[in-house]
């Protein structure tokens, strides 16, 4: 897990091409800067099941909301 998250998804989330919603601008303005600090495929897991309960076709979530939901889940 660790392996493709490094090398595929995040590497994605950096270059995404933005396409007519604004959820793609801001998933890139969020991942342009950041870096993986977690070395444990466990870790993950707790992270991916976190992010399963975001409902992200609220389009009230905008940057600010997506990276307090990135930093919460780090700390």
Do not use: A
Not at 34 to 40: C, G, L, S
């Amino acid at each position: 897990m660790i392996t493709f998250i490094n090398d595929k998804l995040f590497p994605v989330l950096k270059t995404i091409e933005p396409n007519d919603t604004d959820q793609s601008v801001i998933v890139k303005s969020v991942f342009n800067d950041t870096y993986n600090y977690m070395k444990k495929g466990t870790l993950f897991c707790q992270v991916i099941n976190e992010i399963n309960k975001i409902d992200f076709s609220n389009k009230n979530l905008d940057r600010h909301g997506f990276n307090d939901i990135y930093e919460t889940i780090l700390n």
